[in-house]
């Protein structure tokens, strides 16, 4: 049976006009072989590849958790660092645009910090285009999977023309937050990673969004704003722009300042590697161990208050007003 069709919100965004945007800094500027030999392929090879046949007979999960734990896996063996999964809402559409199915399998994978030690540069701008096309593949094959199993699904892919605003997409299914640079930090991968998605009716359980504290220590935090080359990332949130996902005004890059700049510096990406965020030597000791992301913490049955020591013997620390 068809699904009905989700409409895009009157509010939503118009999709990225590429060349519009080339056209008006004189077409695009970055010529570089290896990107050059990647979108070939992206775009005349993946791109083939984002429909097929689904399979006649339909196979049935037990639970709505069980097809997520299915899903979630087979998309970290076909090469997802993370994947989460949200129900699509209007306003994660394209204006104009709709969309048939339900859930958006969100797929990330993590960009290499090293390759980030100067932007912009050639060797960052390979990078980016390396993990579109790992990622294409990825979400390609998970799509594949999907119409095996007897359901439709359509590819987002993270480069071209989706239906899906990713960020907001990664968001909802449990990515990170949103930071001051408006790029997602997940709280193991940082900035430095890209995303893509599937979409899809099969019933899923959906992950919940990250609500850690990121996006609200870069009201203090400002490196990708004094990093930023092209002056775009603002001192202040915009209220008139509306909440983020957990509910704090969003913080609104300027796009005209950045994209000139972007499109004619290796798409510069100087945000995110400056992201404090990146966790270079992150889950691991002094020593080069690896370690737990985060303690776990043992919730035992607390024992009752001992109150008995007298009042001048209590050791308080001082009021501090901060
Ligand atoms: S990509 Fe570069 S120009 Fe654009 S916001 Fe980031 S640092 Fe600024
Ligand atoms: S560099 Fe600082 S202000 Fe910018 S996104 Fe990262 S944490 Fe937020």
């Known amino acids: 049976m068809a699904n009905s069709p989700i409409n895009a919100s009157q509010d939503s965004p118009p999709s990225f006009n590429w060349d519009a945007w080339y056209s008006q800094i004189g077409g695009r500027k970055i010529n570089i072989e290896e990107v050059d030999a990647i979108l070939k ?53 394209y204006k104009g645009k709709q969309v048939t199915e339900k859930f958006a399998i969100a797929v990330g994978q993590r960009m290499l910090w090293r390759k980030f030690q100067v932007v912009p540069s050639q060797e960052s701008a390979i ?13 390609i094959k998970l799509a594949d999977h999907i119409r095996s199993l007897g359901y439709s699904c359509k590819v987002e892919h993270p ?35 890209r995303m893509g998605s599937v979409i899809t009716s099969i019933e899923m359980e959906c992950d919940q969004p990250v609500n850690a504290g990121i996006g609200k220590f870069c009201d203090t935090c400002k490196a990708c704003r004094i990093y930023c080359p092209a002056k775009a990332i603002p001192d202040k949130r915009s209220p008139e722009a509306g909440k983020d996902h957990i509910g704090l005004d969003r913080y609104i890059v300027d796009t005209g300042k950045c994209f000139p700049y972007f499109a004619s510096h290796y798409y510069c990406s100087a945000c995110l590697p400056v992201c404090v965020y990146n966790h270079k030597e992150w889950a691991r000791d002094f020593e080069g161990f690896q370690t737990k992301l985060f303690p776990e913490v043992i919730f035992d049955p607390v024992p009752n208050p001992v109150d008995d020591v007298p009042d001048d013997l209590k050791h308080n620390y001082n009021l501090v007003n901060r």
Do not use: M, N, W
């Open 127 to 139: 990078e980016c285009l390396r993990v579109y096309l790992t990622l294409g593949e990825t979400v």
């Open 159 to 193: 480069i071209g023309d989706s239906d899906l605003l990713h960020i907001p997409i990664g968001l909802k299914a449990g990515f990170g937050e949103l930071g001051r640079h408006g790029s997602i930090i997940h709280p193991k991968l940082g900035p430095l990673f």
């Open 41 to 93: 392929k992206i775009y005349e090879e993946q791109y083939l590849r984002f429909e097929g046949p689904v399979h006649e007979k339909q196979i049935q999960f037990d639970s709505t958790f069980k097809a997520s734990e299915h899903i979630k896996a087979k998309a970290i063996e076909f090469g997802a660092d993370i994947v989460g999964i949200c129900r699509i809402e209007p306003s994660d559409i």
